[in-house]
Structures are given as C-alpha cells and as structure tokens.
C-alpha cells in the first residue's frame, strides 16, 4: 500500500506538471516559454531568507514557480581495515514550488524524495502574510530555525557530499512542524537585523526511547504524526536572532525548547513534565582579500532524562562544525564563464553525553571526531562536483579504543 502510494504520488505530480505546461505552449516553443528567475544574491539576504532565495523556473503566464535540485554520489568506506566496498547513492530529490497569491500573500512547498522514495516529505510548505519588511506572518509546516543549517541545506549550496554531523546526528536535520509564527528584518546602513518566533509541535519520548539506546534527537523525525498531534501537548518553541554587516558576515543566536513527554492522558497525569532545550550559535563571513569562505555552527542540548535511565542516556549533549572554502582558481572552462575550482575543509565534532560516571568520575564517551579535505568544480554558482575524504574517529560510551573510518565520496548536486 505504502509502495503504491509513492507511485500515485509521483503519477500525479508530474502528471499535473505535464498539463500544466502543455495547455500553455500552444503552438509556442518549450524555450520561449520558459524563464529561470535566478537567486538573488543581494548584500541583504540572510540564512533565514533560504527558503526562498532559489532558481525557480517560470512557465510563460503560470501562476506557479518551480525549482528543485538532485544530489547524487558515490561512496568507498573502511571502517578499522574491514570494507564493505562502493555504493551509488541516490541521495536526494527536492522540489519546490512557489506562488504569489495575491498582494502581500505568497506560498512556497518544499517536497523531498530520499534514497529513491525510500522516504518522502514535505520540509516546508508555508504561507506568507507581509504586513511590513520587519513583521511578517508564516503559518503551516514550517522549519524551525535552530541553527543556520538547518534552514539554508540545499546541495548545491555546499562543498561536502555528507551534511554536517551535529546538524544530522544530534540534531534532526531540516526538522520541520505544523505551527505558526513572525519573522522580519530591519535595516540601517550596512546592517541588518533580523529575528523569527515560532510556536509549534514539537518532539516526542523517542528521543530517549530509540534504536539508538541514547538521548537521539533525530528519532523524533519518525514520528510523522507531528504533523497533527503535538505529543506533549504543550507548544514547542523556536526562536532566532541574526544581525549581519553587508561587508562582514552574519551572527545568529537561535533556542528551541519545550514540554516533550506526554506527562497527562484525559486528566490523568503520567509523568512530571519533562523539558528539552536547545541553543545553537551560527556564522558565517567571507575574507574579502582573498576570497575565504567561512561558515560554522555550535549547538547545545539539555534533556531532561527521567532518573530511572542508566548512563547512557546523556542529559547534555554539545556539537560543532566549521567549514572553510576557498577557491583556487575563477576562469572560463569549456566555456562555462564563471568556472570556479575550491579547495576545503571542514571539521566535525559531536558529544551525545556530556559528563562524567557517577560512579567513577571517569569522562562518559559517546563522541565523535572528523575531518573532511575536499576539491570541488563549479561550472556555475547552481552546480557543485564534489570530490571529498572523510576521516573519522568515533568512540563509544566506556572510552573504549576508536573507531576509525576513511571515506571517499565523489558526487555532484545540482539546481534545475
């Protein structure tokens, strides 16, 4: 049933696209219809104006925007001299689409295929309602703005096949919710000040009850009744503040936070409340002088974990990545003009449990360590080849020896 339902789906979609392009071309060429509205690349725009700041495709007098991007690799790994080979990896498949109802009014849809509809999901689909630049009204499923991440995700945006471990094993990448909330930003000279608030649903018991067998934050994204039933029953908040300088770089302070056990059944009460809060710090900037690309994010997590829990389960879990780019050569090739070639870096780092052994005193594991040098191509801005090696080192929650694993994974993404 689940197999025949992502059949239809697709069916439909482009069905629906099919016929929708069709009734306007008349007896006019495909080319002469089609117009790419490109991505702005304004001093002004920050990691909060992601969603849409995309290459949308318009069809002559089609009231609707589309767009959407591919991400596909391929991947060697050897985890302590033991391999399991080369894979291709069907990664990814986004689509979007983006409407102006009226004036003021506007909706934009964020629809993604993972590993080859093994997964579909809809990360974003949201109405828009401007009353003023620095007051604005977002309702529907929206993303949480915890981190920068989380928010600004797109492949093609990024050097790295692989998507920052503390944004996807500690934290639920491009986590998602029914809720509404304001975002605005106000302006003075080269500075900009922007801020989101949202209510939402929030997380579930699973992120201490998983396959995982500790606090795991990501196993809430299973829970795919979030999208009608908050858990708790209490609103999960999320909120950011970013400030940016046009010729510096931007600074975010984002929280997240809220009830996330189900603490009381029709007046019956379960459980004390338990809390779950989250703070992340994020940045990016450009060296203008040569060039260098900047881009980081710190994150914190308190849980509060019931005392009938062993160890293992962490009540404080922190993370970081940084990434570093720069680019070595800008030039025409194969008369793509503005060919750029990078050569990055970028250093991973997470702790499922802070702390120590009540017992002993000795440091809890559970944390991991990585590093990523990669070369990649960009025929254009929409465009990334990637070549990249991961090393990792991980260890487990007794400081037992690490675990090492060298990867290679060559793959591109793409807008369309």
Known sequence: M?????????????????AVITGNMQAQTLDSLITRVPTDTASSLMNMDAAYNR??????????????????????????????????????????????????????SELEFEDGTKEIGIEFAAMDVAFHPALNFRG???????GAFNQNHDGPKWEFVERPDVAVNMLPATWSNAGFGLYGKI???????????YLSNGFDNSIIDNEENKTFL??????????????????????????????????????????????????????????????????NTTIQKTGTYIVGEVVWVMVDVPSTFTQQYGNKQQGA???IVQPVLKREIFNWENAVLNLSARLDYVDWNVGTFNETGTDIGEHLWAITPAISFRPSTQTVFR???????????????????????FGFSTYF
């Open 2 to 18: 689940k197999i025949f339902t992502y059949i239809y789906l697709k069916q439909c979609m482009l069905g629906c696209l099919f």
């Open 55 to 108: 290459p949308f495709l318009t069809v002559n007098k089609m009231p609707v925007a589309l767009g959407g991007y591919l991400e596909a690799n391929s991947f060697y790994s050897s985890e302590d001299g033991v391999s399991e080979g080369l894979s291709f990896q069907a990664r990814r498949l986004t689509m979007f689409m983006s409407a102006s109802i009226t004036k003021r009014i506007k909706f934009l």
């Open 140 to 146: 529907g499923i929206i993303m949480n703005p915890i």
């Open 187 to 197: 302006y003075k000279g080269n500075w900009v000040l922007g801020y989101e608030a």
């Open 218 to 283: 990501p196993a809430t994204k299973e829970n795919e009744e979030r999208f009608e039933e908050n858990n708790s029953g209490k609103a999960l908040m999320s909120g950011k503040i970013a400030i940016k300088n046009r010729n510096i770089g931007e600074i975010g302070l984002s929280y997240m936070g809220g009830v996330y056990n189900k603490f009381e059944d029709d007046g019956v009460t379960l459980d004390q409340k338990r809390r779950l809060d989250v703070f992340a710090v994020d940045l």
């Open 321 to 323: 990545f940084i990434d």
């Open 387 to 409: 070549l990249n090696y991961r090393y990792q080192w991980q260890t487990d929650i007794l400081n037992n020896p690490r675990a090492r694993t060298g990867a290679w994974l």
